[in-house]
C-alpha cells in the first residue's frame, strides 16, 4: 500500500468516525467506562504486509487497543533517536493540533550537542510528557485537579486548577507549562507581510482547543477562561485517540522516530519497542517509570 | 503615632517624620493599587515568572510573611505556654503582628495564582497528598486561633470586668497557645518542606529545609517583633530598656542559629565542588545575584546585626539591628525559592523552542517592575492594616495599670 492510498484511508477512517464520535468524547472521558466498542471494517480490509509503513501498523494497534476496555490499556511511546534529524515537525504539529499559545509547549526538541570541538555531535531529544506510571506531578496539586488514568495519561482537568504551579516546580522532565493567557498577536511581524500576521495570528487565537474532546476557547480576564491561568501538557492526544487517530507528533513525524501503542498489548509496534535492549527511560533513578522511552 | 515622651523639638520633627511617613505611605498604596488593577485584569501577564521559573518574587514574598507570621505568633505563645514573665507585655503586640502579616502573605500568594476564584477548591475538594493542601489548611486553623487569643485576651483587658472571668479568659487563651505552638510549627516548617518533598528539585529536596524554614520564621518573626518594640512601645522607661536588651539578646541567638543551619545546608552538599548542587550553590554566591547573598543578607542581615547586638544595649540600636534582620530576611526567602528553579531538569531544554512573546520558556528571572509593584501594594496594605488595628485595639500596648496576664 503505497502513501496516497494510505493517506486517503485515514481520510476515510477519520471522517465517517470523527463525525459519529463527536457528541460521546465529553461523555466518554466524564466516565472512563462509557468507553464504546467499535472496530474499523476499512482497516481490515487492508491486509498486514511485511514492510508496511509503520504508521498502519500503528493504526492497526491503536485500533484493537480502543476496542478493549480502557482499563485494559495502556499507551506508551518510544521514540528512536537514532531516527529522530531534529526536524521539530512534531513540536510543530502538537502546537497546531492542540493550538498552543507562546510559552506553552509540550513536545520541544532538545537538540544535544555531545563531545567537544573538534570531535563533536548532535543528538535530538524529543520530551513529550513521560505520563509517568508514578507520576511525581499528581500528589502535589492541592485541589486533585491532574490525575493518572486508568490508561495511564496523566490528565488536567482545566476547570478545576487553580494554577498555583506546584505541579510544574514537580516533575522532573519539565513536561508541563503554564498558560499565562499570551497570544501570537500581541507582537506579530511588521514590516510588508505584518499585516497578513497580524491578521493570521489572531485567527489562530480564536481558534478553539479539542484537549480531553472539550471545546476551549481561551481568554484573559478578571476571571481568565480556562486553560489561561492552568498548567498544561501533553495528553497523548487523547481527543484524537478517541476517533482512533495516532496522536499529532506521531503522524507528523518525518523520521518515523515516534512510535506509539498500548504497552499492555506485547503484539504491538510499541510494546516490542519499547522492550528492545537499548530502549532507555529518562531519570530511571527517579522510579517515576515513565512510558515514553528512547532507543539509542 | 503611638511614640510620646519626647521634647518639644522632637515633636516637631515626629510631626514632619510623621508626615512625609504618611507622603511615602499614601505613595506606596497608589503604585500598589495599580499594580493589584493591573493583576486583577491581566493575570500574572507582566511577571517574569514563567514556564520553567514558574515561582518568583510573589512567592518568596508569601513564605517571607507567612514567616514573620509564624515566628511572632510562637514567641508570643510560647509566653504564654511557659509563662516567661518577661516577655508578657509584648505578648498581644506579637499576635497582633501575626495577624497582620499571614494576610500580606496570603494576598501575595493569592495573586499568584492563575485562578484566584477557584482558591476556595482548596477547601472543598482538597487533597491531602498535597503540601500546598495542608498548608492552606494549617493557615485557616491558625489565623482562627490567632483571632480566638486576640479576642480572649482583648476582653481579659476590658474594664470592669469581673476577675473571676477574667482568669477563665487568660486560661483559655493558655489552652489555644498550646494548641497553637504546634499549628505555627506545623506551617512555618511545613513551607519548607512545601519546597522540600520536591525529589525533582535537588536544591529544595534535604531534609533540612523544613528546619532551617522554622528557624527562619522565628529569627524573622523575632526582629520584626524587637523593631516594632523598639519603635512603637509607648512609654520608654527602665522596663522598656530591659525588654528590648532581652531581645536584642534572644535575637542575637537567633540569628547565629540561623546561621549555622545556613552554612550546614549550603556547605554539606557542595564541599567537594562536585554534582548539581554545588552549582547552585555557585550560583547563589557567585552569581548574576551575588549581591543579595553578600550585601543585602549577609552583611546587612547577619555581620552588621550581629555587631550591633553584640557590641551595644541600646535599645534604639538593638531596634536598627532588629529591623535590618527583619527587612533583609526576604534575601534569604528569595535564595531559598529561585535557585531551586534556575537551572535546566534536561541539558538542552533552555534552547529547545522559545517564546518570543513572552520570554516564558527561559531560564533567567528577575522580578518585573509590575510583581514589586503588587509587593509594595501588600505591604502599603499590611501598614495600613496594622495602623487600622492598633488604632482600634489600643490595648496591645500594656498600660502599666494593668495586671499580669500569665502566670495565674
Ligand atoms: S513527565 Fe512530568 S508531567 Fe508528565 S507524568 Fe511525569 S511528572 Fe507528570
Ligand atoms: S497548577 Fe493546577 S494542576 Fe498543577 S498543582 Fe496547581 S492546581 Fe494542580
Redesign the pocket.
Known amino acids: 500500500m503505497d502513501r496516497r492510498s494510505f493517506l486517503k484511508l485515514g481520510g476515510l477512517i477519520g471522517g465517517a468516525l470523527g463525525a459519529a464520535d463527536l457528541l460521546v468524547i465529553g461523555d466518554a472521558l466524564a466516565n472512563p467506562t462509557a468507553d464504546r466498542i467499535t472496530s474499523l471494517p476499512v482497516l481490515d480490509r487492508v491486509k498486514a504486509e511485511p514492510g508496511e509503513d509503520v504508521l498502519i501498523r500503528m493504526q492497526r494497534d491503536l485500533v484493537r487497543a480502543m476496542n478493549k476496555g480502557i482499563e485494559k490499556r495502556r499507551w506508551g511511546m518510544v521514540i528512536d533517536t537514532r531516527k529522530c534529524v531534529g526536524c521539530h515537525s512534531c513540536n510543530v504539529g502538537c502546537i497546531m493540533e492542540n493550538k498552543l499559545p507562546p510559552g506553552v509547549v509540550y513536545r520541544p526538541v532538545i537538540d544535544q550537542e555531545v563531545g567537544s570541538y573538534p570531535n563533536v555531535g548532535r543528538r535530538f531529544l524529543p520530551r513529550p510528557c513521560m505520563q509517568c506510571e508514578n507520576p511525581p506531578c499528581v500528589p502535589?496539586?492541592?485541589?486533585k485537579?491532574?490525575w493518572k488514568r486508568p490508561d495511564g495519561v496523566v490528565v488536567?482537568d482545566y476547570n478545576v486548577?487553580?494554577?498555583?504551579?506546584?505541579?510544574?516546580t514537580a516533575c522532573p522532565y519539565q513536561a508541563r507549562t503554564f498558560d499565562f493567557g499570551e497570544n501570537w498577536d500581541s507582537k506579530a511581524a511588521s514590516g510588508n507581510d505584518g499585516g497578513l500576521a497580524l491578521q493570521t495570528c489572531r485567527k489562530y487565537g480564536q481558534e478553539p482547543s479539542f484537549e480531553y474532546g472539550a471545546i476551549w476557547r481561551r481568554g484573559e480576564g478578571v476571571i481568565p477562561k480556562s486553560p489561561v491561568g492552568?498548567?498544561r501538557k501533553c495528553t497523548f492526544c487523547l481527543h484524537r485517540l478517541e476517533h482512533r487517530q495516532l496522536p499529532m507528533c506521531v503522524t507528523t513525524c518525518i523520521g518515523r522516530a515516534t512510535l506509539f501503542g498500548d504497552l499492555n498489548d506485547p503484539t504491538t509496534l510499541v510494546s516490542q519497542q519499547a522492550t528492545r535492549n537499548n530502549a532507555v527511560s529518562l531519570k530511571p533513578e527517579l522510579g517515576t517509570k515513565p512510558k515514553v522511552s528512547y532507543l539509542l | 503615632m503611638a511614640v510620646s515622651s519626647v521634647s518639644s523639638i522632637g515633636t516637631t520633627n515626629l510631626v514632619s517624620r510623621a508626615r512625609l511617613l504618611w507622603a511615602l505611605w499614601v505613595l506606596a498604596a497608589i503604585i500598589g493599587g495599580l499594580g493589584f488593577l493591573e493583576r486583577l485584569l491581566h493575570g500574572d501577564q507582566a511577571t517574569d515568572f514563567s514556564s520553567y521559573i514558574p515561582w518568583g518574587l510573589w512567592v518568596a514574598a508569601y513564605i517571607y510573611f507567612s514567616g514573620l507570621s509564624a515566628g511572632a505568633f510562637l514567641l508570643a505563645a510560647a509566653t504564654y505556654v511557659f509563662r516567661i514573665r518577661v516577655l508578657e507585655p509584648i505578648c498581644r503586640l506579637a499576635l497582633l503582628l501575626a495577624a497582620v502579616t499571614l494576610p500580606m502573605g496570603l494576598l501575595m500568594i493569592g495573586f499568584d495564582l492563575?485562578h484566584l476564584e477557584r482558591a476556595y477548591l482548596i477547601i472543598i475538594r482538597p487533597q491531602f497528598h498535597s503540601m500546598m493542601a495542608w498548608m492552606v489548611w494549617l493557615y485557616t486553623a491558625y489565623l482562627i486561633l490567632v483571632v480566638a487569643m486576640l479576642w480572649l485576651s482583648f476582653k481579659s483587658v476590658q474594664p470592669g470586668r469581673n476577675p473571676e472571668a477574667v482568669t477563665n479568659d487568660r486560661a483559655r487563651v493558655r489552652v489555644l497557645a498550646i494548641i497553637g505552638i504546634p499549628l505555627a510549627i506545623g506551617f512555618a516548617g511545613g513551607v519548607g518542606a512545601l519546597f522540600a518533598t520536591l525529589a525533582a528539585r535537588e536544591f529544595w529536596h534535604s531534609s533540612l529545609f523544613p528546619i532551617f524554614f522554622l528557624v527562619g520564621a522565628l529569627t524573622s518573626g523575632t526582629a520584626l517583633v524587637t523593631a516594632v518594640v523598639s519603635w512603637q512601645w509607648p512609654s520608654r522607661d527602665a522596663a522598656w530598656k530591659d525588654l528590648m536588651t532581652l531581645l536584642g539578646r534572644m535575637l542575637l541567638v537567633l540569628i547565629l542559629i540561623d546561621f549555622i543551619l545556613e552554612l550546614a545546608e549550603f556547605m554539606t552538599p557542595s564541599w567537594y565542588q562536585i554534582g548539581s548542587f554545588y552549582e547552585l550553590t555557585r550560583y547563589v554566591l557567585f552569581g548574576p545575584y551575588w549581591y543579595v547573598f553578600w550585601l543585602v543578607h549577609l552583611l546587612l542581615g547577619v555581620l552588621v546585626p550581629i555587631l550591633l547586638l553584640a557590641k551595644t544595649r541600646s535599645p534604639v540600636i538593638t531596634g536598627v539591628a532588629a529591623a535590618l534582620v527583619a527587612v533583609t530576611f526576604f534575601a534569604v526567602r528569595l535564595n531559598l525559592v529561585i535557585p531551586g528553579l534556575i537551572t535546566p531538569e534536561l541539558r538542552g531544554l533552555e534552547k529547545a523552542y522559545s517564546d518570543p512573546i513572552g520570554n516564558r520558556l527561559i531560564f533567567a528571572y528577575f522580578p518585573s517592575w509590575f510583581e514589586w509593584q503588587v509587593l509594595l501594594g501588600a505591604i502599603a496594605f499590611g501598614v495600613a492594616l496594622w495602623y487600622v488595628v492598633i488604632r482600634l485595639f489600643p490595648w496591645v500596648f500594656p498600660n502599666p495599670a494593668q495586671s499580669s496576664e500569665v502566670g495565674q
Do not use: D, H
Open positions: 502535589v496539586c492541592p485541589v485537579a491532574t488536567i486548577c487553580i494554577g498555583c504551579r506546584y505541579c510544574i492552568n498548567a | 492563575g
